[in-house]
């Protein structure tokens, strides 16, 4: 069978990897991939909302058997919706169950609606709402853009005056264009991170082993956030009942009110979640796979990845027997200087960027592209994702380390704690 992989990033060529393990698939296709990708199948043109109908017609004609959405943006769009009445099974929401990612007022509202356990918050659309807004909630608040803002659109503030400020660069479009035009303000919370990765089907879901991001740009948690600088899987602070805490109190009410807000979900519900002093709590939903973490969460997946896509669209995703390696797996991301702000792009990278040295090591491709020359240059922020399996996490930072440092470009820069140091908890302690 022909599946298309949406995207250009490190999670869907880590997707597009898996998916060329699997014995029933024939093709690969990438729309529009990236270097790494077009060593498994053919590339398509990029997709974007003027051209779903052709894409949708493309899919139809070449008897594609399934579409894997990595992305928001085309969830977001309704790529899903016109997939699905053509008749192709696709991987991925529609865009009314899109929207508790692309708007962030609709997730707060769905989270108050269905009591599931967030952050205090206020939703604006006006500077003259500040004032009122912000009596109600404590001193240190986190400033939100409503809208899609390729996850910079959050701004930590300390005091009420600094949230003003910030509030009104996005109320007056200034900081995020239209994304910034209703805001959410919230309290501040404070624990460690964990992204729950859940598959879903109406209320059938199957949780994903769970991982861990790294956020700030720096190491100690130092820096502007960006889309992620490395991630790790399994968590190290989740066991087996935290997992089901978080089944019971989060995942299960939001498949709940999903059904009863009459959204019919089927792809992946990722959970964005603050282990505070009070429990889990919701800092934000994804209507995707996570990246950086679905590079090593995938790369620990034993078991055939279209086994997961045609349960998900048929019998749920739970009737699928996935296994999944035992050990742990690491993702180092490199990234360009500048970034997130503004990453220097068209510098040659050196060094082997294909060959699988081992199966256990792979490096995925996010910002990169081909030169005219042939050769593979810098295209975007976040440029590879070096993946390791290892028996234990420290076995799979050294591997990722050491493969990331035989890879070369100008401005390359990574962090150098990536599985050494968690969310607001300082290193993380030795597994012996
Ligand atoms: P979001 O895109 O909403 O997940 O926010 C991006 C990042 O900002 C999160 O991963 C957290 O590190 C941080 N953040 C968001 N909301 C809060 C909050 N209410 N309290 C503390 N940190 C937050
Ligand atoms: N790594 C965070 C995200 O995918 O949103």
Known sequence: MKIVVVGSGGREHAIALQLARSPRVSEVISAPGNP?????????????????????????????????IGP????????????????????GPDSKGA???????????????????????????????????????????????SGLAAGKGVILCEDHQQATEVATGMLNGALFGDSGKTVVIEEMMEGPEVSILAVVNGEDALLLPPAQDHKPLGDG???????????????????????????????EPSLQGLIKDGIDYSGVLYVGIMWTQEGPRVLEYNCRLGDPETQPVLLRM????????????????????????????????????????????GQLISGDLFSEIDDDVQVFHAGTRFAETG??????????????????LEEARLKAYSRADQIHFEGKIHRSDIGAYRWNAGPIPSES
Request: proline share 6%; with cysteine.
């Open 36 to 68: 790494g990708m077009s060593r498994l199948g053919a590339c398509w043109p990029a997709i974007s909302k003027s051209n779903f109908t052709e894409f949708v017609q493309r899919c139809s004609e070449e008897s594609v058997a399934h579409v894997v």
């Open 302 to 345: 034993k078991t055939d990845f279209v086994d997961l896509l045609e349960a998900t669209a048929t019998s749920g995703p739970s009737t699928a027997s996935i296994q999944w390696d035992p050990r742990s797996a690491l993702c180092l991301v490199l990234a360009s200087d500048g970034y997130p702000e503004n990453p220097g792009k």
């Open 72 to 91: 928001e943006a085309p969830l977001v769009d309704g790529l899903s919706d016109l997939l699905r009445a053509a008749g192709i099974p696709c991987f």
């Open 375 to 392: 050769e593979v240059v810098v295209s975007g922020g976040r440029v590879l994702g070096v993946t390791a399996l290892g028996e234990d």
């Open 99 to 145: 929207l508790l990612e692309g708007s962030k007022a609709f997730a707060k509202d769905f989270m108050q609606r269905h009591e599931i356990p967030t952050a205090l918050s206020s939703t604006v659309d006006h500077v003259d709402q500040l004032p009122a807004a912000l009596s109600t909630l404590p001193e240190r608040v986190v400033v939100k853009a």
């Open 221 to 251: 948690n130092t820096g502007p956030n960006t889309g992620g600088m490395g991630a790790f899987c399994p968590g190290t602070f989740t066991t087996a009942e935290d997992l089901d805490l978080v089944r019971r109190t989060i995942v």
